[in-house]
């Protein structure tokens, strides 16, 4: 999933060896421990601002994720 979204929305994977091995408590991170694959879409900006072309990319994530499961 991770992949796919990342081809379709230009974006990189940053995948951790275990899962909340960094952040605990996690929606995405208590998923995947229980066998429910999840994905965290995210578009990096600087703290309180929106870097040019940063939405564009985060609507692309979202879009990729709906077609990975045949929304639209």
Avoid: W
């Avoid at 929606?27 to 939405?55: F, I, M």
Wanted: glycine share 10%.
């Amino acid at each position: 999933m991770a992949k796919y979204i990342s081809r379709m929305g230009s974006s990189d994977v940053i995948a951790y060896e275990t899962a909340a091995s960094h952040y605990k408590g996690a929606l995405e991170d208590e998923c995947n421990l229980g066998g429910v694959g999840a994905v965290t879409c995210e578009v990096v900006s600087e703290n309180g601002s929106l870097a040019p072309g940063s939405l564009e990319r985060s609507l692309l994530q979202m879009k990729a994720f709906l077609k990975y499961f045949n929304v639209i």
